[in-house]
Nanobody, 124 residues
Framework: QVQLVESGGGLVQAGGSLRLSCAASGRTFSDYVMGWFRQAPGKEREFVAAINRSGGSTYYADSVKGRFTISRDNAKNTVYLQMNSLKPEDTAVHYC?????????????????WGQGTQVTVSS
């Protein structure tokens, strides 16, 4: 198993930046594909970004491509989400997730472990 703890959320003006971190503990961090998801009030949880076990491949939702960057430091057991050019529609609770299976879509049901989430609020 792996335990995930997110940090770095907050309130920012439109056009600003935030960097989210997700610290993992438990099983070997590099065994996991890592992802970021978000959920706005009244909406379903949606995929934001994912990164493979080595960090060599990254994947993004169209809505954040070119603005967000996912990265990981396997020596520090941490995955990051750098969010630039933030928009009010990025407002949501952002979750870190992990899975062992390297195959399959980035649907939330394909991730095994979840953090508690961190709130990101972007004001207009």
């Amino acid at each position: 198993q792996v335990q995930l703890v997110e940090s770095g959320g907050g309130l920012v003006q439109a056009g600003g930046s935030l960097r989210l971190s997700c610290a993992a503990s438990g099983r070997t961090f590099s065994d996991y594909v890592m992802g970021w998801f978000r959920q706005a009030p009244g909406k379903e949880r949606e995929f934001v970004a994912a990164i493979n076990r080595s960090g060599g491949s990254t994947y993004y939702a169209d809505s954040v491509k070119g603005r967000f960057t996912i990265s990981r430091d396997n020596a520090k057991n941490t995955v990051y989400l750098q969010m630039n050019s933030l928009k009010p529609e990025d407002t949501a609770v952002h979750y870190c997730a992990a899975r062992v299976n390297i195959y399959g879509s980035f649907d939330s049901k394909n991730f095994d472990y979840w953090g508690q989430g961190t709130q990101v609020t972007v004001s207009s």
